[in-house]
T-cell receptor, first 115, second 109 residues
Framework: IAGITQAPTSQILAAGRRMTLRCTQD?????MYWYRQDLGLGLRLIHY???????GKGEVPDGYSVSRANTDDFPLTLASAVPSQTSVYFC??????????????FGPGTRLTVL | GQNIDQPTEMTATEGAIVQINCTYQ??????LFWYQQHAGEAPTFLSY??LDGLEEKGRFSSFLSRSKGYSYLLLKELQMKDSASYLC??????????WGAGTKLIIKP
């Protein structure tokens, strides 16, 4: 693994189903993030984690949950998917979530369609 | 509230210069980022400014005026591969990035 990976690449999901988007990084970054990107809107932060064992809510957390059991992995779960959660989801990481030079590195994204 | 404004789309000619503007309003300010995103791909980091002034990095330069809540990204000697969306993001007092919707740059031969 080099950098940050996400799985699956794309998914079509029936409304009401549970879905977990996976994200793994091998850069030993402390901070990780989940964003959604919708046409005409900027990236919106769903949840974040500044260090393993801690998580926080972003701008649009409703309907999503995360966990950070270790440094490398940061899965995002949709407990009961709804069509408004159709989006492209990006996972990102940075060396620190509380420093000025918080350059974030992004995974390739997961394109999710909820029908 | 927190807000980032940037033009939706711009068109420029190969070999020319283009300036993409961004204005921001955030709760506290810890710097301004520019990212490039090609269609269907992930954003990639271009620049970071926290002090007023111009930062030059090859063909790309980024400017910041904290007093005006304003930044721009300057791209020189445009190449076809520069066709992409350019995302402006301001870091607020909690070190979270507030993102603009992005400026789609179209380069014509």
């Amino acid at each position: 693994i080099a950098g940050i990976t996400q799985a699956p690449t794309s998914q079509i999901l029936a409304a009401g189903r549970r879905m977990t988007l996976r994200c793994t990084q091998d850069m030993r970054h402390n901070a990780m993030y989940w964003y959604r990107q919708d046409l005409g809107l900027g990236l919106r932060l769903i949840h974040y984690s500044n260090t393993a064992g801690t998580t926080g809510k972003g701008e649009v957390p409703d309907g999503y949950s995360v966990s950070r059991a270790n440094t490398d992995d940061f899965p995002l779960t949709l407990a009961s998917a709804v069509p408004s959660q159709t989006s492209v989801y990006f996972c990102a990481s940075s060396d620190s979530g509380t420093s000025l030079t918080n350059e974030q590195f992004f995974g390739p994204g997961t394109r999710l369609t909820v029908l | 509230g927190q807000n980032i404004d940037q033009p939706t789309e711009m068109t420029a000619t190969e070999g020319a210069i283009v300036q993409i503007n961004c204005t921001y309003q955030t709760s506290g300010f810890n710097g301004l980022f520019w990212y490039q995103q090609h269609a269907g791909e992930a954003p990639t980091f271009l620049s970071y400014n926290v002090l007023d002034g111009l930062e030059e990095k090859g063909r790309f330069s980024s400017f910041l005026s904290r007093s005006k809540g304003y930044s721009y990204l300057l791209l020189k000697e445009l190449q076809m591969k520069d066709s992409a969306s350019y995302l402006c993001a301001a870091m607020d007092s909690n070190y979270q990035l507030i993102w603009g919707a992005g400026t789609k740059l179209i380069i014509k031969p």
